[in-house]
Nanobody
């Protein structure tokens, strides 16, 4: 069993900041790429940012320069620092991770349950 649990979502005013966390737990041998996605009401889930095990990052054009993804491999945790938040950032934010579980040599992608971020005055 592998679980990803997000935390840190909240209501914040435009221009504010939030830090999201996502911790992976369970029978894990290795975690490779990790990422954050967001899904606004009535829209498809979209990529925010990804990070490799060695720390290589990529961002969507809409978040580049405002959001920073990072990870702590010792804690199996990925973070998303969100600055200069805008109303259009309002969405449910999901993390995912490419994991090698202990019971197989294959990697699988797991998702968290999501955390709500609301940007409003």
């Amino acid at each position: 069993q592998v679980q990803l649990v997000e935390s840190g979502g909240d209501l914040v005013q435009p221009g504010g900041s939030l830090r999201l966390s996502c911790a992976a737990s369970g029978s894990i041998v290795s975690i490779y790429d990790m990422g954050w996605y967001y899904q606004a009401p009535g829209k498809q889930r979209e990529l925010v940012a990804t990070i490799t095990r060695s720390g290589g990052t990529s961002y969507s054009d809409s978040t580049k320069g405002r959001f920073t993804i990072s990870r702590d491999n010792a804690k199996n945790t990925v973070y998303l620092q969100m600055n200069s938040l805008k109303s259009e950032d309002t969405a449910v934010y999901y993390c995912n991770a490419q994991v090698r579980p202990s019971w197989t040599s294959a990697t699988r992608v797991y998702w968290g349950q999501g955390t709500q971020v609301t940007v409003s005055s």
